[in-house]
């Protein structure tokens, strides 16, 4: 017998799921050190423009292609045209490359909210190594990515109301708290103007192509769009939802929370003479080392910082599980709790070797592709994957599906205003495809040492679509 399939239960729910998607590791751990190492406010004017072009609007769009067919990205694109269906088995690909690394950056996070109060920061020269230490041990990473895996599944087997919907509710406000507290310490420490400077007033010189890429696939990431995430959120939104208000809050929302990281972070780095560009490691190295620098005070902000970098990553984690898990719901017609099951393990084994590729594997990287499993799939969706995503459903909505049921979709049936459709469908059909194009592809072109990795990405994406006629 088949179950009657979910709703979020309130709109105030659903945007905090929605955001709580958004809102992730690419706000307060990716995007300030890009932003560190790209020349900081030039980039974050890209960014935003990118966001608020063609982030609202292929999040606009992923909302109205969920919310119409009812379905998993694989359905929702199945349901217009069978031939589309490579397009939404792309999205549950990726979504299993993301969950490949995603939540080894979730256990770190973990693993930080304890070590911030047993004594990491007691000694501030040993911070750069400890964490140096602590990802290329072989065992502790994974003990911490294990405890947040359950976290994940527990709630994703919840369902949707009951699961990830009380559990955004929760946490997404409890996120902007954590971060406040960590903003007022950091924006009143003597030299924190540095920051602010850094962050606020543009320096064009450092600009290249590459930035453009970085800004643009940032964007993807961060508003969780590209993989037919926002598809199978919009998927379970009552008809009476504003769509095209529900995707300016949540890209609002996302963008705000990846501004307050910034402001959380570069003020304290600058005022303590830390480097800005420092990478990956910026939160996990040059962050500790600033708590460690503040007295009695600084463990508690440290796992303040901590849990709050951790929630935000759960919120993220929960819906790209979600996006497998609806998938074989609605087109396998799965029970819930085996989806989440299967998912988890395969997750669980993608990330055991994309944690052991930082360690004990790091010397033994893939053959020919020359990176190990956590760079193979970060770089995989964050370079090919999300923006070949978003490409293709532009095209889908300008070129397959129909003007007029768009319309009707974005409007509950002309009962709501859309003053802004003409404008939205014209942006989405004929200039973000060329955008993203141009933008990808000079991205792909400028990958000159990855040529392999590049071809193999394009390689997976080709036999997806060979075989996507056997998805149903
Ligand atoms: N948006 C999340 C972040 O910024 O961390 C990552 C993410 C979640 C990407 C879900 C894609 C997705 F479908």
């Known amino acids: 017998m088949e179950e009657k399939r979910e709703n979020w239960g309130s709109k105030f729910g659903f945007i905090m799921a929605a955001a709580g998607s958004a809102v992730g590791l690419g706000n307060i751990w990716r995007f300030p050190y890009l932003a560190g190492t790209n020349g900081g406010s030039a980039f974050i004017i890209i960014y935003l423009g990118c966001v ?15 919310r119409k067919s009812g379905l998993s990205a694989v359905g929702a694109y199945m349901s217009v045209s069978k031939n589309w269906t490579f397009a939404g088995v792309l999205g549950v690909l990726s979504g299993f490359l993301i969950m490949g690394f995603y939540p080894v950056v979730g256990g770190w996070a973990t693993a930080y909210m304890f070590k911030s109060v047993t004594g990491l920061l007691k000694d501030a020269s040993a911070v750069g190594d400890a964490f140096g230490a602590f990802i290329s041990n072989p065992v502790q990473p994974l003990i ?25 509710k929760v946490l997404m406000p409890a996120l902007y708290v954590m971060l406040f ?12 103007g540095a920051g602010l400077a850094f962050l ?18 940032q964007a993807f990431f961060s508003l969780s769009l590209g993989m037919g995430c926002m598809i199978t959120y919009g998927s379970y939104l009552k008809k009476d939802q504003n769509l095209p208000n529900n995707a300016a809050i949540v890209v609002s929302m996302d963008t705000s929370v990846a501004l307050l990281a910034g402001i959380a972070i570069f003020p304290a780095v600058f005022a303590f003479g830390l480097d800005p560009g420092a990478g990956p490691g910026l939160v996990f190295v040059s962050v500790p080392l600033v708590f460690a620098h503040m007295g009695a005070v600084g463990p508690i902000l440290s796992f303040i910082f901590f849990t709050a970098l951790m929630v935000a990553a759960l919120t993220s984690s929960v819906s790209l599980l979600e996006v497998v898990v609806a998938y074989l719901i609605d087109q396998r017609k799965m029970k819930r709790v085996n989806a989440v099951i299967i998912t988890s393990v395969i997750m669980i084994i993608m990330c055991v070797f994309a944690s052991l590729s930082l360690g004990v594997m790091a010397d033994k990287p ?9 760079d193979l799939f970060d770089i995989l969706t ?13 095209v889908f909505i300008g070129f397959v599906m129909k003007k007029e049921d768009l319309k009707k979709e974005l409007t509950n049936e002309g009962t709501i205003k859309f003053g802004a459709f003409e404008l939205w469908y014209n942006f989405t059909k004929f200039v973000a495809p060329v955008l993203i194009a141009i933008i990808a592809i000079s991205g792909i072109i400028s990958m000159k040492d990855k040529v392999a990795l590049m071809l193999f990405g394009v390689g997976i994406i080709v036999v997806s679509a060979l075989f996507s006629k056997k998805f149903k």
């Open 200 to 217: 606020f007033k543009p320096d064009f010189s450092m600009v290249t192509g590459k930035t453009f890429l970085a800004a643009l696939g």
């Open 144 to 168: 911490w990515m294990g405890l947040y895996m359950v976290l994940n599944i527990i709630i994703v087997a919840r369902g949707i109301s009951s699961g990830i919907e009380l559990a955004s």
């Open 181 to 192: 507290i960590i903003i007022v310490r950091s924006v009143t420490l003597p030299g924190a």
């Open 382 to 394: 964050d370079k090919i994957f999300l923006a070949i995503g978003g490409l293709l459903l532009a």
């Open 366 to 374: 893939i053959p020919i592709l020359g990176v190990g499993a956590f």
């Open 52 to 66: 608020f072009t063609i982030g609202l609007s292929i999040m606009t769009a992923e909302f109205a292609v969920g």
